[in-house]
């Protein structure tokens, strides 16, 4: 079955550098979320997005935009990029918005030098 | 502020026996309660999830209990196996779609 795709899997940038993640839900799936997970802790919510509008927003920093697409995909734009924004970041997706269990991407690693 | 908590950061049992790994959450407008499995180097996995209107559900191996009295969850994996050693968080959500993680507990099976 189709899962939730994330490019790229890895990724490096320097300090002060933007970042571009990309999630692909599974197909007819109409939310999509995006996590940061940083070393040894809990993936911590940033935002979601249901029917390509924004739908709830937790700890994303000022920094960082995204949006979802009228394929239902979405993007998670970074700039101005940190040390501390080293990270796991998941982007999960489900159907029919957020009452429904969501199925995890295998995540994209970032690393800031 | 909302939290959901986890009582043990490790957990280790022998293969074969039953493992519970708990959760407590703060929020009592929470509605839907999800175990996640994560194994090193992948996203979260969903396990099973629960409503607030249940007190008990049932998969596979695998049982959770909700006490909405003392805001407690736990997850029962029975005749634990080596490929369930992995970390387990609880998650809540209060309507909405924003979901509100644990902090985790790491599971070991000894052979």
């Known amino acids: 079955a189709a899962g939730v795709i994330q490019s790229p899997r890895h990724l490096i940038k320097e300090k002060r550098e933007t970042a571009t993640l990309k999630c692909y839900p599974i197909p007819r799936h109409d939310t999509v979320y995006w996590y940061q997970q940083g070393p040894g802790q809990d993936p911590q919510f940033l935002i979601s997005f249901y029917e390509k509008m924004q739908s709830d927003k937790g700890s994303i920093p000022d920094r960082f935009s995204a949006q979802q697409f009228s394929d239902y995909h979405s993007e998670l734009n970074m700039s101005s990029l940190e040390l501390g924004d080293s990270a796991l970041y998941f982007c999960?997706?489900?159907?029919?918005?957020?009452?429904?269990?969501?199925?995890f991407g295998q995540g994209t690693r970032l690393t800031v030098v | 502020g909302e939290s959901v908590g986890l009582h043990l950061p490790t957990l280790s049992v022998q293969e074969g026996d039953n493992s519970i790994i708990n959760c407590a959450y703060s929020?009592?407008?929470?509605?839907?309660f999800i175990w996640y499995k994560q194994e090193s180097g992948k996203g979260p996995q969903f396990i099973i999830d629960?409503?607030?209107?249940?007190d008990k559900r049932q998969g596979q191996r695998v049982t959770v209990l909700l006490n909405k009295t003392v805001k407690h969850l736990s997850l029962q994996i029975a005749a634990t196996q080596p490929g369930d050693s992995a970390v387990y968080f609880c998650?809540?959500?209060?309507?909405?779609?924003?979901?509100?993680f644990g902090a985790g507990t790491r599971l070991f099976v000894k052979a």
């Open positions: 629960i409503r607030s209107n249940m």
């Open positions: 929020n009592s407008a929470s509605d839907y």
């Open positions: 998650a809540e959500k209060a309507g909405g779609f924003k979901t509100i």
């Open positions: 999960a997706s489900s159907f029919r918005g957020g009452q429904i269990e969501a199925f």
